[in-house]
């Protein structure tokens, strides 16, 4: 009898705790799904919605929620899925979302200590907000923006996102950091510029505070889509010395990249990838330029090209080469 009444006791606090779970995980469901649409992140990011919607951990969602709502104030184009009107709307609402993500991340860290995407969310939306409002704080109380930042950094030392933000937020105040503070953040530039989407977005600002050329030169990723970028912002500023040294740069990383694809094509072939193959001579056709520098890249990714259907929009990419040989074959000796 002993068993079997103190059996049907834990059978019975077993069941109220289900129920209690149960009932506290579908509060927490309800309070993401209502962040999600006071917030409009279901219409603006709606994969990002219904991740945090089968995510189990409520902190994590509404973590995720914060770090969707940091994303929009750098990114604008978030707002282009939405009617022009909307757009505008949204878009000018920017500043009291990141408050909230900034409330949301500080939450989840009180919560999670160790969740290094909190004390980012909190430094990234603090230093957005007063960037984008023209706030004195953000340089009287940079340690309102910067420790969190480095609290992530450390909490996170192989994370590439916290550093990013830093090196984002410091390039804004490139000329009121002391000498010592430009060293240590020229590491964290070099390792944002690594992506390509956060080099497009602060080459511009980097060129323009850099110092010298070859300062800025320094931290530019050896790759021909940096320097596609570098070359660009020069011609729009007529630099034409630092056009030419750009331009010069893109076309000895092109072609390093060039010879790195057409030494792919070659190990698939061995490997009998003849799709792959195929597939990657063709975007070497598409990537290098009709050009005499680049002749023998052409004629080698030609002679490795496997036979194949046409694609159905043709061979865009071998057009200006075949206008390129048959206007030196009308004119002169033949190009190819």
Known sequence: LLFRVAAGLAALVLAGLAIHEARSRARAAREVERLLKETGV??????????????????????????ALLAESFDQKIFSRLPQREAIEEASRVGERLDLARSLAEAAYRERPAAWPAPMIVGA?????????GDPRLFRQRDAWEKPLLTAMALAPGEDEPPRLLAWARLELWPGLTSEEQEQTRPLLRRAFVEQETFERLASSWLAVAGSREDAFALVPDTPAAWSVVWRLYAGVLDWDGYCVAHARWKVALRRELEGRIEEVGR?????????????????????????????ITERTLQLLPAGPTPPNGFPGARPWLAWALDGTLTGPARL
């Open 125 to 133: 939306s603090t230093y957005r907000l007063w960037s984008m409002r």
């Open 268 to 296: 698939q072939l061995r490997g009998g990838e003849g799709t792959g193959a195929r597939g990657l001579a063709l975007s070497i056709l598409s990537a290098a330029p009709p050009d005499e520098a680049y002749r023998d």
């Open 42 to 67: 279901d219409r603006r990011q709606p994969e990002v919605a219904e991740y945090m919607r089968r995510d189990p951990d409520p902190v994590r969602a509404r973590l995720g929620i914060a770090r």
